[in-house]
């Protein structure tokens, strides 16, 4: 995040962050409660509502946002970062679009998980719930705000909103747009609240709140996940690295391993799906036809020593690469002696993301989609399908490495928690 | 748990504890790794095997018992303590009982949650998995030593267990005895751990393994499961307080409303789902009718002023009372002004645990199944079923009162969690 210190006119008078954190968390733990009498359908329109006031005030946000850019440039901020922050009229669109989209995606709250009848003629029944408040501690992207409050409401939960100083004034005229439209549907202001960025203990405040927030979510780079999941005292759903693997089995279809690794490498290199590790079967009979569409393409190959004897271009691989997530055109590749090798290379280097396995053998499928135990496990597929959108669930707050709760794309239903109802007719224990 | 030193000759040299759970801890979950390679079949056998080891080694078990009942009474212990750390032939037999009745349960592992089809061919399932390495954290009972170990190896997950030290002789010669049921049907031994209890910082080391135990459990009293929730960096499943309420609405059939106020009240005082505070709606009829078995039973009632009112054997509650799990025959009793003053006196004072109503109005129950958040909300029922085996479970690691991953009665089902297979024939992404 920007560590500049913002002009003196900007910073509002605070209270200590353990205080301000703690009265907003009230405020919209309160305001949640109301939130989640609510119909799906009063919550669906006012998101509607939410979706129309972006639409309308896109040039308020414009303004904001060229102030943000500007502060940004004049403190040195990277290209790379102001075009994060930077919004134009095409990408105010598409969030104002992505709000009206989770609008209109199926509501979790209510539905019922199972439903039980007991001898004594009781009916036990798991409902759907939502969590409650969540926290959402974001960098640079304003549209963050837009998704995750949208995310957040959809399924019945408040949400307390810290985004990067750098986009502060974006971030305040966004929030202003979505209240505005809440507020026509009857959600309660409180919903959504936007944590000052001026005072940096914050972050550190949200992430203590056990008790009051229920649940963090670090959207960003790896140095600030990294942070949320040293500190954080509340739970937290986020993923820190994606050291995804292909192990190209000695049954895979060259064509298709070669079609898939491709793809997984190098279709986009910076998500999180991208794979960072080629596993080859030392049986798998064209290792060269592999590896040469990802040389030819410019990908940097770094080997371990019968990984380097495929191809001259192969450059030797140091011990750290086989933990690296590269997120960029270099890859490190491994030749192993079949699945046995495979499966244990991955249990020690795998981040728990996706790894996939491309064989045409069904019981070496069937082994790999056992004993991986990542949060995805793929059979002849592109580790970059692991997404959200690509897994059908409309939108995701993100992906989960971690092993409860919710793992892999999460989107509506990982918001959401259970509880049980008993529906009796005066039973009593004997 | 017991601060009397132990007798040198019982204190083993140990690591560093940090080292030691480390350790201990690294090689539970590689021996997970072969568990949850094992058929169901293969688990329910080897737990069967342990059950009839529990038998047959019956009598080294109550040796080793008595010398921890004679250091305990020696220490100056409880009679409530030490009741609760004898073991008699009976007590065994209903612990070997335990295992088997474990293992004859359905295995939640490799249960499908759901599978979507994608449009581009893909098929998409949810898989229970377990969880991987949990801690379990306990007082006196060594039984827990046997129910907890039953549980995670039916549900394909290892185990460090640190009981008490006051229970050390039994609780090894209980693992002996697992050990050697397990080891016969093939499990690794190191599924299941015991912690030793001479290192009091083992706890601390445990607690702050995150990453390499995945939950932990405490089981006993209510300043272990404080001590545990406040210094955990590990997810801890739990609940701290039962502090459950009875809402008798208007429209409750009266001879209902108090055979359940009795029974939820004084079935039992001790276990954490029984009724600690009753609402009485102003207008229900009969509220001396409901109050009066209560207090003829001898359970001290302690009311607001109306609830005073209702009979001059009832004492005058102070603020602490709404508060207060009393786990024992005290109860709570105010008059509230219909489901709305009730919803706001639950929202404000319960622990999230067990809350019911009790009416006829079909609108009130749904009203209230909906707005009160606790993990079990009842209507007309006693809240004394609150009880993984009540609700059909089989045998409970727990309740948990948190939001996250499961909540209420939690058995095999909330020690699994879940991974996405991914399903292609070649499918990489445009």
Redesign the interface.
């Known amino acids: 995040m920007n560590l500049a210190p913002l002009p003196a006119s900007e910073i509002e008078p605070v209270l200590d962050a353990a205080d301000l954190i703690d009265r907003m968390a009230r405020a919209g733990r309160t305001a949640q409660?109301t939130l989640?009498?609510m119909s799906s359908v009063a919550r669906q329109a006012a998101l509607e509502h939410a979706a129309a006031a972006l639409r309308r005030t896109a040039p308020a946000i414009l303004e904001a946002n060229a102030l943000d850019v500007a502060s940004g440039e004049a403190a040195g901020l990277s290209g790379a970062m102001i075009d994060r922050l930077r919004l134009d009229p095409a990408r105010i669109e598409a969030m104002a679009a992505g709000v009206a989209e989770v609008a209109a995606l199926d509501d979790p709250v209510g539905r019922i998980i199972d439903e039980?009848h007991?001898p004594n003629g009781?009916v036990?029944r798991r409902v759907r719930?939502p969590?409650?408040l969540i926290g959402i501690i974001y960098e640079s992207r304003p549209n963050v705000t837009a998704d995750a409050a949208a995310l957040c409401v959809r399924s019945g939960n408040a949400v307390l909103l810290r985004g990067g100083s750098e986009a502060v004034h974006s971030n305040r005229a966004i929030l202003a747009a979505l209240a505005e439209g809440l507020a026509a549907g009857g959600v309660p202001a409180e919903v959504v609240q936007l944590v000052p960025t001026q005072d940096r203990a914050a972050v550190g405040a949200m992430l203590s709140a056990s008790g009051l927030i229920?649940?963090i979510v670090p959207r960003g780079g790896k140095s600030l996940v990294a942070r949320v999941q040293a500190d954080a005292r509340v739970?937290v759903l986020a993923h820190l690295d994606g050291i995804n693997h292909t192990y190209v089995d000695r049954a895979a279809?060259p064509a298709?391993a070669r079609?898939?690794a491709?793809?997984?490498k190098l279709?986009r290199t910076g998500v999180c799906g991208s794979m960072e590790t080629l596993l080859i079967d030392a049986l798998f009979p064209d290792p060269h036809g592999l590896v040469e569409p990802l040389l030819e393409a410019g990908c940097e190959l770094r080997g371990d020593a019968r990984a380097c004897a495929i191809d001259p271009r192969i450059k030797p691989a140091d011990a750290s690469d086989w933990d690296t997530e590269y997120l960029d055109a270099v890859l490190s590749v491994a030749v192993v002696d079949g699945l046995d090798a495979a499966l244990a290379h991955i249990?020690r280097h795998t981040s728990g993301h996706t790894d996939?396995i491309v064989t045409g053998d069904a019981a070496a499928a069937e082994r790999f989609?056992?004993?991986v135990?990542?949060?995805?496990?793929?059979?002849?597929?592109?580790s970059?399908?692991a997404d959200g959108g690509?897994?059908?669930l409309g939108a995701e707050i993100g992906i989960a490495t971690g092993?409860?709760?919710a793992?892999?794309?999460v989107a509506l239903e990982g918001l959401t928690?259970?509880?049980?109802?008993?529906?009796?007719?005066?039973?009593?224990?004997p």
């Open positions: 409660r989640a009498t039980t007991r009781m036990l719930v969590i409650g229920d649940m739970p279809d298709m079609d898939i491709f793809n997984a279709r249990a996939a989609l056992s004993e135990d990542s949060a995805i496990v793929m059979h002849n597929a592109s970059q399908f690509e897994f059908g092993r409860l709760h793992r892999g794309p928690t259970y509880k049980w109802l008993v529906l009796g007719t005066g039973q009593i224990r």
